[in-house]
């Protein structure tokens, strides 16, 4: 398939779209990673076993995959505007319903429909993105920037989630004002003027040309290094404050805040990732921050709880600029009349380690009694990753044709 580029308009409201963008990251990490302090909740109000509860995780990210890999092309024929207008509707409209439910499948359901409803319209902010980059090495820093935004959301949803407990309140509000601020989202999107987007050359660009970027070797090996960073990561905000729990050591403290933590250094990270990129080999920058992960989890697991309530809200630090970078480069990889496309098959992956990862350490962790065990798993995935991360940074697989690429922006 042969793909027309064309040169973007460019706007003279960027700051506004990307202001735009960073907000609908921010919104919706409000929810998805507030699941490491619903669960506990959710396992004491409906007597579940860990893998039980992990539904609240799983059936989000079950349909954010759906959605990356069979809705991802919305972007590339609907535009930019309209599929990101659509996804933020139901996404809304969905969060609202939570006020009204009292029931764990009823939940459940509402979590698979706000996953399909993320699905949409991340895949056309991951798009947008591209449209108001200037080269693979600005789509790199600005979707550090965006993600450092996801990186605040994910810090305030816990807090909510936590305020609202301690009030005696239910968590699911914290759905209710996701849902009301991704309404005053819709109305900024419906009054933005967007960039003039690439299109395709072929009308037909549909779900079957988008289901053939998947062979694409490009595709798949950041599809594989994004699987293996997720199943890290979910190790930590969804079962962290389970291994904590319990703990009465010096630093009771810092386990009562481990989550948020986690989350205020992931996202400092994210916004010094932009500064780092600037400076550093992309490959260098990944090779040494996925070595200091792996070093927190060994940590962890020889320590016990007396090392993990340090190292693993440690590690937030050197996973910042991890799933933005592998991301960023994964889609600038291909034309931006691809993007949305491209962006929805390494979000399919993403999201399907998110369901797989958590699930089988909590599984594990059932299976032996101990939350320890989930993060033997995690450190097995943290070691895989590394020695992928070397192998990346000395043969630069994807260098040549990024470069090449550059000529689009």
Same mark, same amino acid.
């Given at each position: 398939?042969?793909i027309?580029?064309?040169s973007?308009?460019?706007p003279?409201?960027?700051?506004?779209?990307?202001?735009?963008?960073?907000?609908?990251?921010?919104?919706? *990490?409000?929810?998805?990673? $507030?699941?490491?302090?619903?669960?506990?909740?959710?396992?004491?109000?409906?007597?579940l076993?860990?893998?039980?509860?992990?539904?609240?995780?799983?059936?989000? %990210?079950?349909?954010?995959?759906?959605?990356?890999?069979?809705?991802?092309?919305?972007?590339? @024929?609907?535009?930019?505007?309209?599929?990101?207008?659509?996804?933020?509707s139901?996404?809304?409209?969905?969060?609202?319903?939570?006020?009204?439910?009292?029931?764990?499948?009823?939940?459940a359901?509402?979590?698979?429909?706000?996953? /399909?409803?993320?699905?949409?319209?991340?895949?056309?902010?991951?798009?947008?993105?591209? !449209?108001?980059?200037?080269?693979?090495?600005?789509?790199?820093?600005?979707?550090?920037?965006?993600?450092?935004?996801?990186? +605040?959301? $994910?810090?305030?949803?816990?807090?909510?989630?936590?305020?609202?407990?301690?009030?005696?309140?239910?968590?699911?509000? /914290?759905?209710?004002? =996701?849902?009301?601020?991704?309404?005053?989202?819709?109305?900024? =999107?419906?009054? +933005?003027?967007?960039?003039?987007?690439?299109?395709s050359?072929?009308?037909?660009?549909?779900?079957?040309?988008?289901l *053939?970027?998947?062979? !694409?070797?490009? *595709?798949?090996?950041?599809?594989?290094? #994004?699987?293996?960073?997720?199943?890290?990561?979910? $190790?930590?905000y969804?079962w %962290?404050?389970?291994l904590?729990?319990?703990?009465?050591g010096?630093?009771?403290?810092?386990?009562?805040?481990?989550?948020?933590?986690?989350?205020?250094?992931? =996202?400092?990270?994210?916004?010094?990732?932009?500064? %780092?990129? *600037?400076?550093?080999?992309?490959?260098? +920058?990944?090779?040494?921050?996925?070595?200091?992960?792996l070093?927190?989890?060994?940590?962890?697991?020889?320590?016990?709880?007396? $090392?993990?309530?340090?190292?693993?809200?440690?590690?937030?630090?050197?996973?910042?600029?991890?799933?933005?970078?592998?991301n960023?480069?994964?889609?600038?990889?291909?034309?931006?009349a691809?993007?949305?496309?491209?962006?929805?098959?390494?979000?399919?992956f993403?999201?399907?380690?998110?369901?797989? =990862?958590?699930?089988?350490?909590?599984?594990?962790?059932?299976?032996?009694?101990?939350?320890?065990?989930?993060?033997i798993?995690? @450190?097995?995935?943290? /070691?895989?990753l590394?020695? #992928?991360?070397?192998?990346?940074?000395?043969?630069?697989p994807?260098?040549?044709? /990024?470069?090449?690429?550059?000529?689009?922006?």
């Open positions: 398939m042969t027309a580029t064309q973007l308009a460019r003279a409201n960027i700051a506004l779209i990307t202001g735009l963008t960073y907000l609908m990251f921010m919104m919706f *990490a409000m929810t998805t990673d $507030a699941v490491g302090v619903i669960i506990p909740e959710v396992i004491r109000e409906y007597g076993s860990m893998t039980q509860a992990g539904a609240f995780h799983y059936a989000t %990210m079950a349909g954010i995959a759906i959605a990356g890999l069979g809705l991802g092309f919305l972007a590339d @024929t609907m535009g930019r505007k309209w599929t990101i207008i659509l996804g933020l139901l996404f809304a409209t969905n969060s609202f319903l939570f006020a009204v439910g009292d029931d764990f499948l009823v939940f359901l509402l979590l698979f429909i706000s996953g /399909l409803a993320i699905g949409v319209f991340k895949t056309g902010a991951l798009a947008l993105i591209g !449209d108001i980059s200037t080269s693979t090495e600005s789509h790199t820093r600005v979707m550090n920037m965006v993600e450092g935004f996801f990186g +605040v959301g $994910a810090i305030i949803g816990p807090l909510i989630v936590t305020q609202l407990l301690i009030t005696g309140a239910s968590w699911k509000w /914290l759905y209710v004002i =996701a849902g009301a601020l991704c309404t005053a989202l819709i109305m900024t =999107a419906f009054v +933005v003027r967007y960039p003039q987007r690439q299109t050359a072929e009308k037909g660009f549909s779900l079957k040309a988008s *053939a970027l998947i062979r !694409d070797p490009h *595709a798949l090996g950041f599809s594989a290094l #994004a699987m293996l960073y997720v199943g890290v990561e979910t $190790a930590i969804v %962290m404050p389970t904590l729990r319990g703990y009465d010096p630093a009771v403290w810092l386990a009562v805040y481990a989550l948020a933590i986690f989350f205020v250094l992931r =996202a400092g990270g994210r916004f010094m990732g932009a500064w %780092m990129l *600037a400076h550093l080999n992309w490959t260098l +920058v990944l090779l040494l921050c996925s070595g200091a992960i070093l927190c989890f060994v940590s962890a697991l020889v320590g016990g709880q007396g $090392a993990a309530v340090y190292s693993l809200p440690l590690s937030g630090l050197f996973m910042s600029v991890m799933y933005p970078t592998i960023s480069k994964g889609i600038s990889g291909f034309k931006k691809q993007h949305g496309a491209a962006g929805g098959i390494i979000l399919f993403t999201c399907l380690s998110a369901v797989i =990862a958590p699930l089988a350490m909590g599984a594990v962790s059932d299976a032996f009694g101990e939350a320890r065990y989930g993060f798993l995690a @450190t097995g995935l943290a /070691l895989v590394f020695a #992928a991360l070397v192998f990346n940074h000395l043969r630069n994807a260098g040549r044709r /990024l470069r090449s690429l550059n000529a689009e922006y």
